[in-house]
């Protein structure tokens, strides 16, 4: 008796028949534990469809979504402005959605081609798909990148692209009991877990003068924030931290959005269908309590500016007050946090704050531009350097994606990495393997997830984010990065000796960072090869300081900082004062 073929897009294993073959359209719908057997020999390509990353089709697919974005984008002012009888500018909108429709496009993106790919490279005999229609419940961008977590969810979503690729007729079964739940938490702390009494807030804000310059930054810590505020000769103003109480996504409302989708075809056919019941609360039913929050909390009537590195993305209240004082004169400045900006290739859209911003402080030089200042990584502002026994080597691993939010296949990304990861710690040294420690984020059940991948790993010694890293750094004789980790970043501009497994394919990066990785391998800092990366660490660990001073490496060192993260120097809080003064006069 023959058998179906299936192509699975959920985990939900009750959707499937035992008795049917299938063909998993990625790893977020496999059914087994993902462990390092996935990727040896055919597995992955006879079971699992291939994901769409290499340098042709992820390049084309990442124009495609950036053309769609710019195009939903002015669709998307006009009927915001109509909708709520306004007349504001692109910008404005933009600084309230943009954060947002970069990450919905993003996931809508990834997984449209991710089915154009088991449709046109893969032979299957039907799929299950839901029945239900597909409403996105969410406030913001913190609720979007959740729901992206959500099987149930994402089943729906993808459900809602199947049915505009016309498949035929007869592959389709249709599901219609699974499906998520439709309630949402309406009471929100704007992403904080501790919060103010809006009065006590309104309270401080009266007290602040009118071109008081505000300053919002949850990375830097307490003593940065106040150098700032005393080098700017101000009292510090209160972080944005208060309950907001959001109402629900209204149905009826929605329907009334109308984004043409017929009029388009292929990807933006798909997302102008699914965005009237996909947008956030917070730009549709809570605009208008959003925008009267602002007047009510008595902020300064004209900052000199508005400084931050981090609440432009999921700070509703931060957002509604810079669209409000951009028409003020108040300078926009936004700082470097991360380090994909100027370095990934699709960073314009994947980092929209840069556009949006009248100014950006970047930790280096490899982007040159009026509007984007080179300053140092400002991360750093927040390391004391403690004369300590430099005697640890710490092992950097890769979060887990539980959010799959960016226009490629992260969650393959991670799993292809730990594999990777896996076989550099195999060929350490068994003298090493006594030393290392393994930093992982996570704890109890998502520990498994490398044990799949790490053999043996309960012998090592771990480290669940538990050393504060101000100490983990200046505690180190060496960290080695498995991936492209931030704080990556933050130790070469304090040049503390580290080695780097890059976890992205190198053309995931502009022609300009190609180089200057090509330097950083050159040099044994940066590895492609993990069994290459361990015979380095086994060769050099017994004299570090030797290897990582050498003429070519302390070259390769100097070209990457120079570029892109530049030490801080003497003053730095002074330094970043007096910029953010020069930049709004």
């Not at 990366?533 to 990582?548: G, L, P």
Request: charge should be positive; glycine fraction near 2%.
């Amino acid at each position: 008796m023959s058998t179906n073929k299936i192509l699975v897009i959920s985990n939900n294993k009750k959707l499937y028949s035992k008795k049917d073959k299938k063909l998993f359209l990625n790893l977020n719908c496999f059914h087994e534990d993902i462990s390092k057997d996935i990727f040896k020999g055919n597995f992955f390509k006879n079971n699992i469809v291939k994901p769409c990353m290499n340098n042709e089709t992820y390049s084309s697919n990442s124009h495609q979504i950036e053309k769609m974005i710019n195009s939903v984008s002015k669709s998307l002012r006009k009927i915001l402005n109509n909708f709520h009888k306004e007349n504001k500018s692109q910008r404005f909108w933009e600084i309230l959605f943009a954060s947002w429709l970069r990450t919905f496009a993003s996931i809508v993106g990834e997984k449209y081609f991710n089915i154009l790919e088991a449709k046109n490279n893969y032979k299957f005999d039907k799929i299950i798909i839901s029945n239900n229609k597909f409403v996105n419940q969410n406030n913001n961008i913190i609720d979007l990148a959740n729901n992206s977590a959500n099987d149930a969810w994402n089943f729906e979503l993808y459900s809602e692209i199947i049915k505009e690729l016309n498949f035929p007729k007869f592959k389709i079964k249709y599901e219609s009991k699974y499906k998520q739940k439709k309630s949402l938490n309406t009471k929100k702390n704007n992403n904080f877990d501790k919060f103010f009494d809006k009065n006590f807030l309104k309270l401080s804000n009266s007290l602040l003068s009118k071109h008081h310059s505000m300053i919002y930054d949850s990375s830097l810590n307490k003593f940065s924030k106040m150098k700032i505020h005393l080098n700017l000769s101000q009292v510090p103003n209160l972080p944005l931290k208060f309950q907001i109480n959001y109402k629900q996504i209204n149905e009826a409302t929605r329907y009334k959005l109308d984004f043409n989708y017929k009029k388009y075809s292929g990807l933006e056919r798909v997302f102008r269908k699914v965005l009237p019941l996909s947008l956030p609360t917070s730009i549709i039913e809570n605009y208008n309590k959003l925008n009267k929050s602002i007047n009510d909390l008595s902020f300064p009537k004209k900052p000199r500016l508005i400084f931050t590195s981090t609440e432009y993305n999921d700070n509703d209240i931060f957002r509604f007050l810079v669209a409000k004082n951009i028409s003020n004169k108040t300078k926009y400045i936004i700082a470097q946090h991360g380090n994909n900006y100027f370095s990934l290739k699709d960073y314009k859209y994947l980092c929209p704050e840069v556009k949006l911003s009248d100014f950006f402080i970047s930790w280096g030089s490899i982007y040159k531009d009026k509007k984007v200042i080179k300053l140092f990584n400002i991360l750093n502002l927040n390391y004391k350097k403690k004369n300590l026994n430099k005697n640890k080597i710490f092992v950097f691993f890769k979060p887990i994606p539980t959010m799959k939010i960016w226009p490629w296949d992260n969650y393959y990304e991670t799993f292809k990495n730990y594999y990777s990861s896996g076989e550099l710690i195999k060929n350490l040294n068994s003298n090493l393997k006594k030393k290392i420690t393994i930093r992982f984020k996570y704890k109890n059940n998502k520990l498994n997830f490398l044990k799949e991948f790490v053999d043996n790993i309960s012998r090592y010694k771990l480290d669940q984010n538990t050393t504060q890293k101000n100490s983990l750094l200046n505690s180190s004789k060496l960290i080695i990065f498995t991936y492209e980790s931030t704080t990556l970043y933050e130790a070469l501009s304090l040049d503390i000796p580290c080695v780097c497994l890059l976890s992205k394919p190198i053309y995931f990066y502009t022609k300009k960072t190609q180089k200057i990785f090509q330097k950083m391998i050159k040099a044994n800092i940066f590895f492609n090869n993990p069994k290459l990366m361990a015979r380095h660490i086994n060769k050099n660990e017994n004299d570090i300081d030797n290897w990582w001073n050498s003429r070519k490496v302390s070259k390769a060192k100097n070209v990457f900082k120079f570029n892109l993260s530049s030490p801080i120097g003497e003053n730095p809080h002074t330094k970043l004062s007096n910029l953010l003064l020069k930049l709004s006069t």
